[in-house]
């Protein structure tokens, strides 16, 4: 069965949200900006003023660093955009959510149940995922234009705070809901029956090393 | 006299082409890898990934524009026939090659990836300490050279790990798929990969060898030992018999291709390595003759025989008779 399309507000209404079933595919329209560890730690650890209105200009977050260029008459070249991985970040998002009202969490891989219960249900967000992960020249045909670049003398082109006009932006994928249900979890889990027969026959490594985890069907965030 | 010099702009202007390729177009052995992968997949949402990432490889091209958003770490392979000649000489090629490097990041544009490990400073052009890598090989005859770039993303999909004689292949075949398990749920390995093993060597040509072996062959080369091209077929089999497909999602396509390569090691150890060249799997190629005729492909041909060898001398003339 194909998955459903959705288009969706990057400032989206409670009930617009509470809407997104896990698997849908999500194209998103409004102000997006980009924030991970540098922004994070300038606002939040720094204390530094967030340059925009949030939640009012946007509650999309993406977890990204575009391949884009400012140019010498201040202008932005924004070619693809890819997200990167957003596990590590948990340790900031609960604060910065409760700052700035982030509603969609946009990234890639998602995070865990527990970090959907415990502070994106609280507060109304659910995750999207993009999808591939590298479909960075569609996603770079759905930004309208860059709206402004924050911090980019502090922070460098990659940790920048980039504004992005999204038109039709995407495909992404809604990976956690109201509920705090983890897309991710779900597939793991229809995975995890077979893990054992792939795995027939294998033998541990003769030198052991102090490890996380030896049960494959752990999740690894 | 010696062959002509190759020019330094030469240079240059190749290697500013190869940059703005590899990270626009998907080189076609691997597209044709993915094709096939769509077709196979029943895993629905696997299915829409698939689906997705064709058409991105298409937008691509059309816009001219990178083709993930992430363009990786960008790094140069050099071949040299052994009577090639460079205008200034290696120092002179390597300051061409940076500077290409500075040059297409703004150019494409690409991302300004690399930073400084500590101080997190950026240069937003991909140069830096040790950056870009340069690595060289040499064949035996011929006045040309090879520039080969690889954009290699990624934070996931490598690991390594000393094994023992005593491990034997039912140990590799435990190494290899907790690799594929630990970073292919999520799909944090930006998988179907072209899996590259390293078996072999010292620990860090252990890894040179795996990160070689996915990067530098091609989907569908074997290796040219047939017992090695035996377990490569049985190793991409195994990796998509996990059940695990793009993203993590359910679905059958894990592996595009798996490519091993070896070394000699120490006695006492299998020491190996797992490298996932990932969905965008950015090289390209150029060969540059002394005439100045410039020949553009995605094959980096690099592991000939004589990169393989195993003797103490090279007969050359030999090699020819076999």
């Known amino acids: ?221 | 006299m010696g062959a002509k010099m190759i020019p330094l702009s030469l240079i240059q202007s190749t290697a500013e082409t190869l940059m703005d390729k590899a990270a626009i177009e998907i080189p076609q052995d691997y597209l044709d890898g993915l094709q096939e992968a769509a077709r196979t997949e029943d895993g629905d949402l696997s299915s829409f990934v698939l689906k997705a990432m064709l058409e991105n490889y298409e937008a691509a091209k059309e816009d001219r524009r990178a083709m993930c958003g992430d363009t990786g770490v960008p790094r140069w392979f050099v071949k040299l026939g052994n009577e090639a000649q460079v205008e200034g000489g290696m120092v002179a090629l390597e300051a061409a090659l940076r500077r290409a490097t500075a040059n297409a990041t703004n150019g494409v544009p690409l991302r300004p990836n690399r930073v400084h490990p500590l101080w997190r400073t950026d240069h937003d052009n991909n140069v830096g300490i040790g950056a870009p890598e340069i690595e060289y090989g040499f064949e035996p005859e011929g006045a040309w050279i090879d520039l080969i770039t690889v954009h290699k993303g990624g934070l996931f999909g490598t690991d390594y790990r000393m094994l023992f004689p005593s491990d034997g292949i039912e140990g590799i075949k435990r190494f290899y798929l907790d690799s594929l398990m630990a970073f292919g749920k999520r799909g944090l390995a930006c998988q179907p990969a072209i899996i590259g093993i390293g078996l072999g060597g010292s620990k860090d040509i252990c890894m040179t060898l795996g990160k070689r072996a996915s990067t530098l062959r091609v989907v569908g080369s074997r290796n040219s030992d047939p017992e090695i091209a035996k377990m490569e077929d049985e190793f991409k089999e195994l990796g998509n018999s996990i059940g695990m497909g793009a993203m993590g999602f359910v679905g059958k396509n894990m592996v595009i291709d798996c490519n091993i390569e070896v070394g000699y090691c120490h006695t006492g150890g299998l020491p190996m390595s797992v490298h996932a060249f990932c969905l965008s799997s950015r090289r390209a190629v150029a060969r540059i003759q002394a005439d100045g005729r410039v020949e553009h492909r995605t094959d980096p041909d690099w592991f000939t025989p004589y990169q393989r060898r195993e003797t103490v001398e090279w007969d050359t003339v030999k090699e020819a008779a076999e």
């Not at chain 1, 294998?202 to 965030?221: F, H, M, N, Q």
């Open chain 1, 1 to 221: 069965m194909a998955p459903r399309e959705v288009r969706l507000s990057t400032t989206p209404t409670l009930e617009a949200i509470a809407d997104l079933r896990l698997g849908d595919i999500v194209y998103l329209d409004g102000l997006m900006y980009t924030a991970r560890e540098g922004v994070y730690m300038r606002a939040l650890e720094d204390k530094a003023n967030i340059p925009m209105e949030l939640p009012g200009q946007s509650a999309a977050n993406f977890h990204c660093s575009p391949a884009a260029r400012i140019n010498p008459d201040g202008s932005f070249d924004m070619g693809a955009v890819t997200a990167t991985a957003s596990f590590r970040f948990a340790k900031w998002l609960p604060e910065w959510m409760a700052k700035t009202g982030a509603k969609l969490i946009v990234g890639k891989g998602g995070m865990t149940s527990k970090d959907y219960k415990d502070y994106f249900v609280p507060n109304g967000a659910v995750y999207l995922s993009t999808v591939g992960y590298g479909t960075g020249a569609l996603l770079g045909r759905g930004v309208e234009r860059v709206e402004a670049v924050h911090w980019n003398e502090e922070l460098g082109l990659a940790q920048a705070m980039w504004v992005i006009k999204c038109n039709r932006m995407g495909p992404f994928i809604v990976a956690s809901d109201l509920q705090g249900n983890c897309l991710f979890e779900r597939e793991n889990a229809k995975i995890a029956g077979n893990v054992a027969r792939v795995y027939e026959g294998t033998k541990p490594a003769t030198l052991k090393r102090y490890g996380e985890s030896d049960d494959r069907t752990d999740e690894v965030i």
